[in-house]
């Protein structure tokens, strides 16, 4: 990270935030405990609590903080059940594209999409139930998007690391 050397934070002409040790210090903390007060915040990152405010009132008009949100247990939800599915499209112009994008994101099993580059287009994080539940989802839903040819999908056994965002 670079020292900021202009007013708005915004060196990178990508748009990229310029963050300096403090701010990112600042983001670590936050990602930890959202909840935490100003106060504490401050003494974690060794500055008093009127300068830690303005700058996570600038971190949030930079847009580099997005928003704040409680972390819940899918296990407790019991949607435990994952699966990533390769989605191979028919079409890949850009209607196509953005018709797909708009009714996989109106899917709420469909916890993520990423369009990729490789043998497919898309890859999505499916949260259900069970086995059967996620069938359901693929035959119901997501078999029938928009320009979707084929899928391929891959349960996972086991949640090892998963980070909400990392810093």
Do not use: W
């Amino acid at each position: 990270m670079v020292e900021k050397t202009k007013d708005d934070g915004i060196d990178d002409p990508n748009g990229m935030a310029d963050l300096d040790k403090i701010d990112v210090s600042i983001l670590k903390v936050l990602a930890a405990d959202a909840r935490i007060s100003m106060t504490q915040l401050a003494e974690e990152v060794g500055l008093s609590k009127t300068p830690v405010l303005a700058r996570v009132r600038r971190l949030e008009q930079l847009g580099v903080i997005t928003g704040y949100r409680a972390m819940i247990s899918p296990v407790r939800l019991g949607v435990a059940h994952i699966a990533f599915v390769e989605v191979r499209m028919m079409d890949t112009r850009e209607p196509a594209l953005q018709a797909f994008n708009q009714a996989v994101s109106r899917i709420p099993e469909v916890e993520e999409c990423h369009m990729i580059a490789g043998g497919y287009d898309y890859l999505l994080k499916v949260r259900t139930r069970d086995i059967a539940d996620y069938r359901r989802v693929l035959g119901e839903k997501i078999s029938s998007l928009p320009h979707v040819s084929a899928t391929s999908t891959f349960v996972a056994m086991e949640t090892v690391k998963e980070v909400a965002q990392p810093i």
